[in-house]
């Protein structure tokens, strides 16, 4: 990092956290604070949510994901658009038309103030624990490439989100969201240009999608029915559109950012607005991490990606046996080289193709070997590099100032996660706990001033969790096993309560502790792969509650 | 579900087609590159 790139990554974030403190400090009530005035129009909302998703290991893993993997990621999304237009067709004119400030609060309208507690605690648990993984992921990764004091690193973004989410509230989130995604925009295209201009001079950007096709890299759609493979076609349609409702229509960090709206068309311009650009935006920034699998076609590129990896087995007896690796890499590197140039230059001819297949085939063994060795190094250390490939590219071939620009887009990335999630976390406290449960005869301002304190708790709290994460082996995988433990659950509550008329609170609250049980169990005794439980629990507490119901009711008659 | 009817727009429509029509250029893409 050179003295330029230091101005720019500071500067950039400075700019946008005092700009959005100073902008939306204030708030008189809590209309105000917790949405926002009720004044975003649509291309706000619709950045603001693309922005809350998008957090830093998106920038950072989905490139790596399509280096190692291709583009056949982009159809986890393809179900997203499906779930837009049902939380624009069910959700939002339900949640507008009760002035809800929170998604839980409809519950109580719907069945009673227990089911809504229940559904607010089960979010915060989850959502509480993710906010400190939002702010660790990126944080591990460039303490690693950049040497960074990774506890300093954890704290920095954490008080940096503070102070403008305790500040300014949802307004402030917002405002702050589309400078960001400003940022990482300008940041992916300027990058993605670089790249291109990289490759060799007689390279053009259609050959080079066609050496990344001769490696199968541009295998973009898997019509199979195959459930080993995680993304296909139908996984991405059924699967997607079910994880996608849940997280837009039940997850108060995604339900906050559309009740911003002005009116309900705003929020449901925004969220048709997601509908249009997420799966380019995705299709895009995978496409970039082609590219750089093109580019490392042409350059050399280390054996493994994680820096502490290499370190770690360069410290060990093993040091030697991995030597030989990377001289075997080398090799493998000039036999790829030369394959990729005439391939480039004499496209369309079937043996070269399967001469590269063949080289590839010889690295990713050399590869797997690799890691391997590693593992026998340091059982602990992460021989997965997807998430340190772009980094990588990034911190060793752009020019100076775009260093400091990409990584400001990596923290902007996590920034704005966080701070929707902090945001939420409060508001969720503030009224489905505090102002309902606990204490509801007080001024607006005194809510106002309660929202920034869980504000700055729950901070805190992320904070903690992303400082003592590295403690854990796989909090990561903890983390997402704990969401969907969770989340079907909560999904399963909410359409009960949309669709199904006939069941009333009783019936789905008992449904949803028996289920969480049952979910819980069939984790610990390990059921089926975790990702599946969301639709498990989903499923089950929609069946039991009209199971409850039907005896319930039968019993009435009688 | 509170008695109130689901009102379809032309927006919604956009979105499906917008999306199917990606999912068209991705095989097509596919069927050109791979």
């Given amino acids: ?558 | 579900m509170d008695n109130q009817k689901y009102s379809w727009k032309s927006e919604y429509t956009t979105v499906l087609i917008a999306n199917a029509f990606y999912i068209l250029v991705f095989y097509i893409l596919m069927e050109i590159f791979s």
């Avoid at chain 1, 069945?111 to 944080?139: E, H, M, N, V, Y």
């Avoid at chain 1, 080398?330 to 080289?359: C, D, F, S, T």
């Fill in chain 1, 1 to 558: 990092m050179q003295q330029v790139d230091w101005i720019v990554l500071i500067g950039t974030l400075l700019f946008i956290v005092s700009y959005g403190a100073y902008k939306t400090r204030g708030s008189k009530n809590v209309s105000d604070y917790i949405k926002g005035g009720s004044e975003a129009r649509w291309w706000t909302i619709g950045l603001s949510v693309m922005a809350t998703q998008a957090s830093a290991i998106t920038f950072l893993s989905t490139p790596g994901q399509a280096f190692h993997s291709g583009m056949g990621f982009v159809q986890f999304y393809f179900g997203l658009p499906i779930a837009m237009v049902v939380i624009c067709l069910v959700f939002i004119p339900i949640y507008h038309r009760l002035k809800v400030y929170t998604a839980y609060e409809y519950l109580e309208s719907r069945f009673d103030l227990k089911t809504r507690s229940l559904a607010a605690i089960l979010f915060l648990i989850q959502r509480g624990l993710a906010a400190g993984i939002t702010i660790f992921a990126p944080a591990i990764i460039l303490s690693a490439v950049l040497g960074w004091n990774l506890t300093l690193l954890n704290i920095i973004i954490g008080v940096l989100v503070i102070i403008y989410t305790v500040s300014g509230g949802t307004k402030a989130v917002s405002v702050t969201q589309k400078q960001q995604m400003t940022v990482i925009f300008a940041g992916m295209f300027v990058a993605f240009y670089l790249i291109v201009s990289y490759l060799p001079e007689d390279i053009s950007f259609t050959e080079a999608l066609k050496i990344a096709g001769a490696s199968g890299k541009m295998e973009i759609l898997d019509f199979s029915f195959n459930f080993e493979n995680r993304y296909t076609f139908w996984s991405g349609i059924i699967g997607g559109s079910f994880l996608a409702l849940s997280y837009f229509g039940t997850d108060q960090s995604q339900v906050q950012r559309y009740l911003s709206g002005k009116s309900v068309k705003e929020m449901q311009l925004g969220l048709v607005f997601n509908g249009l650009l997420k799966v380019p935006m995705q299709f895009f920034i995978l496409l970039v991490g082609v590219m750089v699998f093109v580019f490392y076609q042409f350059n050399s590129s280390p054996l493994n990606f994680n820096p502490l990896a290499n370190e770690a087995v360069k410290k060990s007896v093993y040091a030697e046996e991995y030597k030989t690796l990377e001289n075997k890499h080398a090799e493998i590197e000039k036999l790829k080289y030369v394959a990729n140039l005439k391939y480039g230059n004499e496209l369309m001819n079937p043996r070269l193709i399967e001469n590269i297949q063949q080289i590839n085939d010889l690295e990713i063994e050399n590869r797997d070997e690799a890691k391997a060795i590693i593992k026998k190094a340091n059982p602990s250390i992460e021989t997965n590099d997807k998430d340190y490939v772009f980094i990588h590219f990034i911190l060793n071939n752009l020019p100076r100032g775009l260093i400091g620009l990409l990584l400001a887009v990596i923290l902007s990335a996590a920034m704005s996660s966080t701070a929707s999630e902090l945001n939420a976390l409060a508001s969720t406290t503030a009224i489905d706990l505090y102002k309902r449960n606990i204490s509801d005869e007080k001024t607006d301002a005194h809510y106002v001033k309660a929202s920034k304190w869980f504000t700055l708790i729950w901070g805190l709290i992320a904070i903690s969790v992303a400082c003592v994460a590295n403690l854990f082996d796989n909090l990561i995988q903890l983390v997402n096993i704990i969401g969907s433990i969770f989340y079907g659950n909560v999904l399963g509550i909410f359409l009960l309560a949309f669709f199904i008329k006939y069941v009333k609170s009783n019936a789905v609250f008992v449904a949803a502790i028996i289920t969480q049980g049952i979910v819980i169990i069939g984790w610990w005794f390990d059921w089926m792969p975790y990702l599946w439980l969301n639709l498990f629990g989903c499923s089950l507490v929609m069946l039991i509650a009209i199971f409850i119901q039907t005896l319930t009711t039968k019993k009435d008659l009688l």
